[in-house]
């Protein structure tokens, strides 16, 4: 199972991203996968995550209505769709994939990640 996430860069507080994690060498229907962030210095955190076969998602207060997790199963991709961003949302993020129950949001709960891709946020 390979994670391959992609769509981080540099923008304004304010502004928007939107990250997606495609996942493949799988199947991921009856799966979970979700977004963690990790700025320097700090642990691994929790984002949001989404069910892939119902949709269903869950957020960490701190995104709640700014971002919005979604998924296209056909394609096994998550995405991240941030707005409203704020400098503290400056991070490296990953996403994984988990076969807990749910909702997993802790790290140990994730048995693949993908690789980070950076977001920085500007004051």
């Known amino acids: 199972v390979q994670l391959q996430a992609s769509g981080g860069g540099l923008v304004q507080a304010g502004g928007s991203l939107r990250l997606s994690c495609a996942a493949s060498g799988g199947t991921f229907s009856r799966h979970v996968m979700g977004w963690f962030r990790q700025a320097p210095r700090k642990e691994r955190e929790f984002v949001a995550v989404i069910n892939m076969s119902g949709g269903k998602a869950y957020y960490a207060d701190s995104v709640k209505g700014r971002f919005t997790i979604s998924r296209d199963s056909a394609k096994n991709t998550v995405y991240l769709q941030m707005n409203s961003l704020k400098p503290e949302d400056t991070a490296a993020y990953f996403c994984?994939?988990?076969?807990?129950?749910?909702?997993?949001?802790?790290?140990?709960?994730?048995?693949?990640w993908g690789q980070g891709t950076q977001v920085t946020v500007s004051s």
């Open positions: 994984g994939l988990s076969n807990s129950e749910w909702a997993p949001t802790r790290r140990s709960e994730y048995v693949y």
